[in-house]
């Protein structure tokens, strides 16, 4: 019985430390947005629609046809994430967990 | 006897001439969206005028302040004005254009001082203090942040996300105060803008003068709510909210007016249905 108890309080610690890291849990709709720096790179800006940072999402810009990944990383402290415009047709897919995948083709990411 | 009656006559001409409807004054930070999909470069026109019957245009001096405020950050963005002739259905007045690069996320909220206007008919001068949000991508930053202006309506709803039948509800603020019981009139921006113009063609009829220019009070916290009956653009002109001021050793009116956009929900159902055929 202790051990059960136990058990359930570990579960509910971390099912509130998960929901405290993890604002998308809450149903917040993840947004993105990106623009062309017109110097080579490309800059994504991520949040929710809460209002909370984007910091620390994972980023992906992958290769539109193959679906290959050409450059991985993370939003930064600021919500943003920077990297070199492919050659190839490509998406940026802002990926904040299961069905919160937010992707931008693109040739929709202008000036 | 002929003296009388010429005396009668002027008279009567003098009640006619002032008995003319003065509709409502409104300083317009016009675009044509409020609410973007993604960063761009966005047209703003600075008028004063009368929205609702794209009526006289008055004359407007370079504006004290213009600037936005974007994640808390606050930017001059005077230099970037330019002068324009703005034609009205019955006049042309000096107003101000700019553009503007909105670039990320978030809430953009622009504002203006104008120069204090002499309103000869009333001789008063008339400041209205304005403020309009636009917003990139759905990210609310700033929408519902004080900017520090003298006078100022902090929105309660956002002001780029209301449906035609929701309620926009703000509140009435001097130096960061409420004003209670403020007298806030309503205007619908009823002809389109096309360039530097106002559209000949009205959207709606008023059917008596009570519902050219709408007014309403704010309550004993300066709160007001106001049910938004169709899709477009509303201001909101909180009169004499900055209280008892002169300017020149006359008395100036200074207003807290507000820009809001609404959006009719059946156009957008037909966009899904449209989508799915």
């Given at each position: 019985m ?14 509130c ?47 539109k ?45 202008t000036? | ?11 009567l ?23 973007l999909?993604?960063?761009e ?106 900017i ?130």
């Amino acid at each position: 019985m202790r051990r059960i108890v136990i058990v359930l309080t570990a579960c509910v610690v971390l099912g509130c430390f998960l929901m405290l890291q993890a604002p998308w849990v809450f149903g917040h709709t993840p947004l993105c947005s990106c623009w062309d720096n017109e110097d080579g790179t490309v800059t994504c800006e991520g949040g929710f629609s809460d209002g909370s940072s984007g910091t620390g999402i994972a980023m992906r810009v992958v290769d539109k046809k193959s679906g290959k990944v050409l450059v991985e990383g993370k939003m930064d402290e600021d919500s943003e994430f920077t990297f070199d415009k492919p050659d190839m047709p490509y998406k940026v897919q802002y990926d904040a967990g299961p069905g919160h995948l937010v992707e931008i083709d693109g040739d929709d990411i202008t000036e | 006897m002929r003296k009388t009656g010429l005396i009668l006559l002027s008279l009567l001409v003098v009640v006619l001439v002032f008995s003319v409807p003065a509709f409502a004054h409104f300083q317009l930070i016009y675009t044509e969206e409020s609410a973007l999909e993604k960063g761009e470069e966005v047209d703003l026109k600075l008028v004063f005028t009368h929205p609702f019957e794209a009526g006289h245009t008055m004359d407007m001096g370079m504006p004290l302040e213009f600037g936005v405020v974007h994640k808390e950050k606050k930017k001059d963005l005077r230099s970037k004005l330019t002068p324009i002739m703005f034609e009205s259905l019955t006049n042309k007045g000096k107003a101000y254009e700019a553009s503007y690069k909105l670039r990320g996320m978030g809430d953009y909220i622009f504002y203006v001082i104008p120069e204090p206007y002499y309103e000869g008919s009333e001789d008063i001068y008339i400041q209205q203090i304005t403020k309009v949000i636009l917003n990139v991508a759905g990210a609310p930053t700033d929408w519902d942040a004080e900017i520090e202006l003298p006078v100022e309506i902090v929105p309660l709803d956002k002001p780029y996300g209301l449906w035609a039948g929701n309620v926009f509800r703000g509140i009435v603020k001097v130096n960061g105060k409420p004003v209670p019981y403020c007298e806030i009139e309503v205007e619908y921006l009823n002809h389109d803008i096309v360039g530097n113009k106002f559209s000949k063609t009205e959207k709606v009829e008023a059917p008596q003068d009570a519902f050219v220019t709408l007014t309403i009070k704010a309550n004993k916290d300066g709160e007001f709510t106001f049910g938004i009956p169709c899709a477009g653009w509303w201001g909101f002109a909180a009169l004499g909210a900055g209280g008892d001021l002169t300017y020149e050793g006359k008395e100036l009116s200074q207003d807290a007016v507000i820009w809001v956009q609404a959006k009719e929900m059946k156009k957008f159902f037909g966009q899904i249905q449209n989508e799915r055929e």
